[in-house]
């Protein structure tokens, strides 16, 4: 084998290596941007359902003083019927 056939092998050797280096990286690089994408959606959901459960907990307390308040109206009621 001649030197200009061993320097033609070593090139096309290190390119190929490259495409392969290259490829990996790609992958990598897809993996992370589908990964960074998915906890940005995520993080989505999450912030929306704290938004839910506070307004739920909002109503639920709203809800709650309502019941205390129609409780009273009917022990007053119960007192006047008793009379």
């Known amino acids: ?46 912030v929306e359902m704290a938004t839910t459960v506070a307004k739920l907990d909002r109503k639920n307390q709203e809800l709650m003083k309502e019941i205390d308040r129609l409780n009273e109206e009917i022990q007053l009621l119960e007192l006047k019927i008793k009379k």
């Not at 392969?20 to 993996?31: C, F, N, P, T, V």
Request: zero cysteines; aromatic letters at 8%.
């Open 1 to 46: 084998m001649t030197h200009e056939n061993e320097v033609s092998f070593d090139v096309s050797a290190i390119t190929d290596q490259y495409r392969a280096d290259l490829k990996k990286y790609q992958d990598r690089e897809a993996l992370y941007i589908q990964t960074a994408n998915k906890l940005k959606g995520a993080q989505q959901i999450a």
